[in-house]
């Protein structure tokens, strides 16, 4: 049966006050550090004592929320901050379930132990890759700080942080052993769910994410007097590239790969002159380390082959490793428990094919995740939405899981 303390209203209204600051259309334009963000820390903020909790927004932008009471402690969030002009639940719907599962158990007293709050400062990577979380677990240092910059405009991690009323304020690093685990929930940005009518996703796995610069390097010239047979044409190079990769990948494949080329650009991208230099960024997306392996020894294979054909030569960098995360299997149990008692058993185990916090809490502790429908299958845009009997569903779910994580 639903907890008697349980209020779906009172998540709805959360949630809506959290989409009301940065509005967008029918989402939110909420960067990392910008006002609406900052807002929405704050808000989270004074809401955390109505959960017996008290607050702290550490130097990095992590809002936390800490409880005194006795017994075991389960931690619980997400993140505030969104893509630019993106969606209302991506993130902010994590943080609300886990002020309401506090709310819930905090205040019983025959509750087991206590959840305590955490909002993850810019997973959505403006600055960085997962920069409030990897913090949190030891993965960030100074420099890194330092050399942060706002992908958009450039800004340094340093001035934001003033902005923010930050600097110099320490930054809060995971405690050994005070936490039996960590609970996260998010909108499934997929349409698995929805298309299964379907309540919840039980996350198995958290796929790694790969990223790569790939630049060509061709001769700029003039686009009217040069001859086709002559041309190193950097751009040209690129797009046969792309087209190349989608016809020798799939051999080479796992079951869940997905890879995209998510940005190209042309030096000097003016349409008189052929372009001497082109850059790609390419991301592959797998949850078993040893396909990613294998596409990258092949993408470095076809790098050699198209520079030793040329007449352009090709290069492979890559920029980024996120490892694959397994979700534990007794948090999974208590969601699939959960589910069964509050959602009819509507339930799929399934692997997220988006990086998530939760990656990051599994270095340190047990973690797990929850997904609930989106609608459409659309995220990342203002358009992203869940069905209020959705949300409320899998709230309850969330609350019970993490009733039934600390009963152990």
Not at 28 to 43: A, D, R, Y
Not at 186 to 204: C, M, N, P, R, Y
Request: proline share 5%; glycine share 12%.
């Amino acid at each position: 049966m639903p907890d008697d303390r349980f209020d779906g209203a009172r998540v709805l209204a959360d949630l809506n006050a959290l989409r009301a600051i940065g509005t967008y259309k029918t989402g939110v334009h909420k960067p990392t550090f910008s006002e609406p963000h900052k807002q929405s820390l704050e808000w989270l903020a004074r809401k955390l004592p109505e959960a017996a909790l008290s607050a702290t927004i550490d130097g990095i932008g992590n809002v936390f929320g800490t409880s005194t009471k006795a017994g075991p402690k389960l931690l619980a969030g997400s993140h505030l901050e969104s893509q630019n002009y993106a969606g209302w639940l991506d993130g902010p719907l994590g943080v609300v379930y886990a002020l309401e599962a506090a709310r819930v158990i905090n205040s019983d007293p025959s509750a087991h132990g206590a959840v305590e709050v955490a909002s993850w400062c810019d997973e959505e990577g403006h600055f960085g890759s997962f920069l409030g979380s990897r913090s949190y677990v030891g993965q960030v240092t100074e420099a890194e700080i330092d050399a942060a910059r706002d992908r958009t405009n450039g800004r340094t991690m340093r001035d934001a942080l003033a902005d923010m009323g930050l600097a110099g304020r320490a930054r809060v690093a995971v405690e050994p052993g005070r936490h039996v685990g960590y609970l996260e929930a998010h909108i499934e940005q997929g349409d698995t769910l929805e298309s299964g009518k379907l309540a919840i996703g039980v996350v198995t796995s958290i796929v790694g994410i790969w990223q790569y610069r790939i630049n060509f390097i061709g001769e700029q010239n003039h686009a009217g007097t040069t001859r086709m047979a002559v041309r190193k044409d950097a751009g040209l190079a690129m797009a046969r590239f792309c087209v190349a990769i989608d016809e020798r990948f799939p051999g080479a494949r796992g079951p869940r790969t997905v890879w995209t080329t998510g940005r190209i650009t042309l030096d000097p991208g003016a349409p008189s002159i052929i372009p001497g230099g082109a850059e790609m960024l390419f991301q592959i997306r797998d949850d078993n380390p040893a396909v990613i392996a294998r596409l990258e020894e092949l993408l470095r294979a076809m790098a050699a082959e198209a520079t030793a054909k040329g007449p352009c030569t090709v290069t492979v960098e890559k920029i980024r490793t996120g490892a694959p995360a397994m979700m534990n299997p007794g948090i999974r149990d208590a969601i699939e428990a959960a589910s069964k008692a509050l959602a009819d058993g509507r339930s799929i185990h399934m692997p997220s094919g988006a990086g998530h916090d939760a990656q990051m809490l599994a270095t340190v502790m047990p973690a797990g995740m929850l997904f609930v429908p989106s609608i459409g299958g659309i995220s990342h845009h203002w358009t992203e939405n869940t069905a209020d009997a959705d949300i409320v569903t899998g709230a309850q779910v969330f609350v019970d899981a993490c009733r039934r994580i600390l009963a152990g």
